[in-house]
């Protein structure tokens, strides 16, 4: 069994240092906690510590101990595409997406319910709860199921109908609340503190947080330890991009790449508070956000990880942008067309920014930049291509096929 290396809990604004167990927040400040590791074992050892497949592969460097905790549904392990025909359309010399829509329910979010799950487990919780626009939701009570765990899941009125089928499938608990994700997640994160159940929210937990980690690990090891120049990650409330950051960090800090990529934070611009933040040079502003069609990004109160966010990204020459829907809606055709990948639109609205970004010349397209592609399309609700059907003979058969393949050349 590969032990795990977490160490400690060290508070992000004063630097104290709590020993591990189920905190949300440090005691002396209330600062957010982030995990620490051995990292000096991590460079002694290198890759080595690293066995098997998915997530749990990097279990070394994940907080959950006992391999009996370590939930799975194959989790991680997704592919990191070489995308030619998108990065010509783009005018960058090389673009690598880092799919993550093979994940068992389709989201990025497999990676934090598998270590909030395994965390449940780990200090004997018997019910997890989350409050979701719905790729969380859907996540956490198919992981909890999976675990054996009562699962409360709060989900949006607007989630789509394949969300919608899921979470009611797989959640012991299923209950619709009316507004949007800031509507309730100040009051449910309140009732954390009581610790009825164990808190799979964004907002606070360490152990939650850390799977989506994995993302910078499988995109280090599958560049061959030589990771992109760029990556552009999603931020809602921010745990994909911090997270994913950290671990950059800690692979350079253990000397197994040389060093970090920049990282940029890509948003939709119905919710674009850190964006917009950064842009301006200034501390975040809630905003009062309606629909936008990226749904898993709909959240104009980032919180205190929003801050983190920004945080991180001005100490580490980071950069954030946002994209408007019908950009994120044409950027999720254009990589469908050009390389086969049907992605949501929360899912894409990083190759919308890279776009934008690349046209504005605000990134340099000699480098070689990945794109985190953060779902699969197959669980989004939109408007269906005509059902009028035709009935052929052989003969208008043929005219059809020869008339639809003559003249032109391949796609894209
Ligand atoms: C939740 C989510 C994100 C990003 O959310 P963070 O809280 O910033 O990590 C990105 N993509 C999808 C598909 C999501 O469901
Ligand atoms: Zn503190």
């Known amino acids: 069994m590969v032990e795990s290396l977490a160490r400690d809990l060290v508070c992000i604004d004063c630097g104290a240092v709590s020993p591990l167990g189920y905190r949300l927040e440090c005691d002396k400040c209330r600062g957010l906690l982030e995990l620490r590791y051995d990292l000096d074992r991590l460079r002694a050892k290198g890759p080595a510590l690293f066995a098997g497949p998915g997530l749990w592969r990097y279990a070394a460097v994940l907080p959950v101990g006992d391999a009996a905790h370590r939930v799975t549904l194959g989790e991680g392990g997704t592919p990191l595409l070489e995308c030619p025909r998108l990065a010509r359309q783009l005018g960058v010399r090389r673009l690598l997406l880092k799919y993550d829509g093979s994940n068992p329910t389709g989201t990025v979010k497999d990676r934090t319910s598998a270590t909030a799950v395994g965390a449940a487990l780990q200090f004997g919780y018997t019910a997890t709860s989350v409050v979701s626009s719905g ?35 797989t959640a012991s608990d299923l209950i619709i609340y009316k507004g949007v994700y800031d509507d309730l997640i100040t009051l449910w994160d309140r009732l954390v503190e009581e610790r009825l159940f164990f808190d799979c929210g964004a907002s606070r937990n360490p152990y939650k947080h850390e799977g989506k980690k994995t993302l910078a690990y499988e995109i280090a090891e599958q560049s061959g330890w030589a990771p992109p120049d760029v990556v552009v990650a999603p931020v809602a409330v921010g745990e994909t991009f911090i997270a994913t950051a950290r671990g950059f960090r800690e692979l350079r800090d253990a000397g197994l790449i040389a060093r970090l990529p920049r990282m940029v934070a890509a948003q939709a611009t119905r ?124 003969d208008s058969l043929r005219r059809l096929v020869v008339e639809r393949l003559s003249g032109r050349g391949r796609p894209g």
């Open 135 to 169: 790729n969380a939701g859907s996540s956490i009570a198919a992981y909890s199921a999976r675990a054996g765990l009562r699962s409360l899941i709060f989900a949006y009125e607007r989630a789509s109908a394949p969300k919608l089928l899921h979470m009611s499938a």
């Open 271 to 394: 919710a674009n508070a850190i964006a917009r933040a950064f842009r301006d040079g200034t501390a975040i502003t809630p905003i009062k956000i309606g629909y936008t069609v990226a749904e898993g990004l709909a959240a104009g109160s980032p919180g205190r990880k929003g801050d983190w966010v920004l945080r991180l990204l001005r100490e580490h020459d980071g950069l954030a942008a946002d994209a408007e829907d019908q950009e994120i809606l044409d950027a999720q055709r254009l990589v469908a067309r050009a390389e086969g990948i049907w992605a949501g639109p929360t899912g894409v609205a990083t190759v919308a920014v890279l776009k934008r970004l690349l046209e504005g010349r605000q990134l340099d397209p000699a480098q070689t930049i990945c794109a985190i592609i953060s779902e699969t399309g197959l669980k989004t609700e939109a408007a269906l291509p005509s059902r009028e059907g035709t009935a052929f003979d052989l």
